[in-house]
DNA sequence: AACCTTTTTGCAACCGGTTGCAGTAAATCA
DNA sequence: TGATTTACTGCAACCGGTTGCAAAAAGGTT
């Protein structure tokens, strides 16, 4: 069906390894032999085999793009910037969707047989347990929205997430809450774990607060919702941290529900700052985490992986800030006074 | 790095051939045989190199996965669904993006030189001479979402958006509005103009009705806020069909922040019946797309075309149906009235 | 024009597997 | 037990390219 370099060559008259060499770039050629071969090629129709050259090169460019949330409509917007920063490299993002698959090896292998030159690792649930299998099999790995840990064992690109946690909870405190609450993602979620850390680790120094917790069961509106209900139904918070923004709108539509009012009632405050954080019915204050960077640099990570493969871990994380817009009540009159007094 | 066939065959002392039957499923090996070479396998963590196996049998069990809508969160679940029916199956799919890309060529060289076993072209806007071109290039193709035509070129599974026009036509003529529109996605969309055909031809049965429409510039909320909100401040009908449930749920949004009610000022029915519609305080009346069916189907038929790349085009389409709930009136007493009388 | 460089080119081996064919070993049959 | 099938196994060629090496061609010098 398909076109081979052995019949263009035959086409033009000249030897495999000149057609070879007209299609690779940096090799030496002549000009006439160039276009000899060039109009050999277009007559034909014909488009080298990147599997084929990839068994002599090593080299694929294809990159496993390794999920397990695809309910949270932020993965949408990181899928879009990674095919298109990859594609943007002559690079092919080969998906894997882990929600059916726990164990890693299962990905390793499979991503392996198809010779990946990288692995980009976007979840901010699984532990990095999970992305050194990658390593340990000798695949370049880049965990993007990952845990940062003191001794790294792969390359990690995200945000610190304990200090989101704190953040949040001085955020919270400047707005002069007394009663306030973590609703976050599900419990195993590494970036829960270390919210809730960062949360509870700052309230720490004000024991006139009241602080909580609970869990969401996923990243999603559903849970975030259920659990807001939940929480209302037994007394809730002043205000709430919520695990992300997915889990703050199913949130704020539990409140809605509820007839009790955000944020004269209850507070939120979100963490992604997604595209409908901005809208105006929602109107939520978040924090923002800068998604097109963490990607942009997970890719330039990788791509620097292919050439030193063995590149000693590290961690690029990127500051966060506080989005305000209307979930949260204003700096209070009263918390003024006590400052200034 | 990676172990190869030839080392396994060293160690078990056995040929080549051997090694490739043990892992050849329907090939003739003994069970001495195959004990021996597995063990082998083991010990050195084998596993075969999948691209170039394929140079050989020519499948290589990638199926490229291309679609040009990353900001409309039905397509998370369209990405999710895909992925998983495929790994299922043992494929992968191969992301391609197309949001920078529009001329079909390039995406058809690019999954040709990888050699993908077949192509499913998921999106409703793109046009039947997209997906024309891969299979034009003779590589296996099924349009899911696409445009049914009179004499299809290509496999399209999905719906029949004419017929889904009409069906939302007929149910804002169920419910005694006289002035009614069409808010649909962008104006070269397949899906918004067969859709607006439908509504118009259902709705040119009932002279006494008023009707008109208008595009958004996206599927997306953004678009869909925007164009209602432009809609309202130029005096809006009573319902509206929008284009999808996107859409549908940034009209709400624009509703709300006009002060105006749903349904009683405004009544919005969508198409899709994404998961946010099922929000207690969205509650959106839509159609519903049975997606799971349509991307089952899709794969079903894609994997057909690996055995049979000549099979005659066929256009699967899912009946669609509409589902109550809280963004229509009722049924108006006076009609009842009127048709009873 | 003879000689020395520098480019180009083709040969042939190789990348990691698969597979038709022929030969060998095992199994079945009389 | 010998003859005949049948089941395994290995050889070698091939899939579609790449690349080191040496020969050939082209370009430069004196």
Chains 1, 2 share one sequence.
């Not at 990243?219 to 703050?248: H, N, T, W």
Request: charged fraction near 25%.
């Amino acid at each position: 069906m398909a076109v081979t370099l052995k019949e263009v060559a035959e086409r033009a008259g000249v030897s495999r390894s000149a057609v070879s060499r007209t299609f690779t770039d940096g090799a030496s050629v002549s000009g006439k032999m160039r276009r000899k071969v060039e109009k050999a090629a277009r007559d034909l129709g014909y488009s080298p085999n990147a599997l084929a050259s990839s068994l002599t090169t090593g080299r694929t460019k294809l990159i496993g793009l390794v999920s397990n949330n695809f309910h949270n409509p932020i993965f949408l917007e990181v899928f879009d910037l990674f095919t298109r920063a990859l594609q943007d490299r002559g690079l092919r993002p080969l998906l894997v969707n882990l929600t059916d698959e726990t164990d890693p090896a299962n990905s390793v292998r499979m991503l392996r047989q198809y010779s990946v030159d990288g692995v980009v690792v976007a979840s901010s649930t699984l532990p990095p347990g999970f992305s050194k299998s990658f390593r340990d099999a000798g695949v370049p790995v880049v965990h993007s929205f990952g845990r940062h840990t003191s001794n790294p064992q792969v390359h990690v690109v995200g945000i610190d997430n304990v200090e989101c946690g704190r953040m949040a909870a001085r955020t919270l405190i400047a707005r002069g809450y007394k009663n306030v609450a973590f609703m976050g993602g599900p419990q195993d979620a590494t970036s829960t774990q270390d919210r809730l850390r960062g949360f509870v680790s700052e309230m720490e120094t004000r024991p006139d607060i009241q602080v909580s917790y609970t869990f969401a069961t996923a990243y999603s509106f559903e849970a975030g919702r259920k659990e807001m209900s939940k929480l209302i139904a037994s007394g809730p918070a002043q205000a709430y941290f919520c695990g992300d923004d997915v889990l703050s709108i199913g949130a704020l539509s539990a409140v809605e529900e509820s007839g009790l009012n955000v944020p004269d009632d209850i507070g939120i405050i979100g963490l992604n700052d997604m595209e409908m954080a901005r809208w105006e019915n929602i109107d939520l204050t978040t924090i923002r985490q800068p998604i097109q960077q963490i990607v942009n640099s997970s890719i330039e990570l990788v791509v620097a992986m292919l050439d030193e493969p063995d590149r000693y871990p590290e961690a690029r994380l990127f500051p966060c800030s506080i989005v305000e817009r209307g979930t949260l009540r204003e700096f209070p009159v009263s918390q003024l006074e006590t400052k200034t007094g």
